[in-house]
Structures are given as structure tokens and as C-alpha cells.
């Protein structure tokens, strides 16, 4: 079994910054797959970014704005969130999976944390 904690969330204004970490703890190792999921009210849960094996990808939206990035020997992975807007409002997710997969999906994914609220007012 695999825990996710995620921390770093809270309210911030529109153009401000958040860095979101997620530390794993468990039957872990450094061949996990990490992503980050949210979930807005009344909305499904999306991707939002992820590292992989062949690197690191974000959504469209987020693109210049988000970066994730990972530390093995911590075993913990951060998100970087620059000029935040209020449509990025949402619960995010730290998720994790041993095997490749299309990362896109949140039926891909294996372990899930229990989420951090991030509002970001205008």
C-alpha cells in the first residue's frame, strides 16, 4: 500500500502563487509514476500534470503557469503554481501508479491522497 499526504493548499489572490507538495510514504520506491489531479464543485476530476518516464507534462491550460517536479530522495513530489486564476479553484489530488498508463485518466491511477483545497479569489 501506498499513502499520499498533500499539503500547501489555501487561499490566495488571482496572480499569486501556491506550491503544493505531496509526500509518499508505504510501500513507495522511485519507480511510481506521481501526478497531480483537481477537482472543481460540480465538475469531474481532471489532470493536471505528471511526471513520467519520458518527463514531465501538464495540461494545456496550465501550460507556462504550473511545473511539477519530484525528489527521489524525499520522496515527494511539488506543484508549482504561478499567476493562479480563479478558474484553477479546486480540491487537487496527488496520485501515484507503478505501471505505464494513459495518465490522462483518473481510472489509470492507483493511489490517491486525500486532497488540498486551493481557492484563488479575483
Known amino acids: 500500500q501506498v499513502h499520499l499526504v498533500e499539503s500547501g493548499g489555501g487561499l490566495v489572490q488571482a496572480g499569486g502563487s501556491l506550491r503544493l507538495s505531496c509526500a509518499a510514504s508505504g510501500q513507495f520506491n522511485t519507480n511510481y509514476y506521481m501526478g497531480w489531479f483537481r477537482q472543481a464543485p460540480g465538475k469531474e476530476r481532471e489532470f493536471v500534470a505528471a511526471?513520467?518516464?519520458?518527463?514531465?507534462t501538464t495540461r494545456d491550460s496550465v501550460k507556462g503557469r504550473f511545473t511539477i517536479a519530484r525528489d527521489n530522495a524525499k520522496n515527494t513530489v511539488y506543484l508549482q503554481m504561478n499567476s493562479l486564476k480563479p478558474e484553477d479553484t479546486a480540491v487537487y489530488y496527488c496520485t501515484g501508479q507503478l505501471i505505464e498508463m494513459p495518465h490522462y485518466y483518473t481510472s489509470s491511477w492507483r493511489f490517491w491522497g486525500q486532497g488540498t483545497q486551493v481557492t484563488v479569489s479575483s
Open positions: 511526471v513520467l518516464r519520458s518527463g514531465s
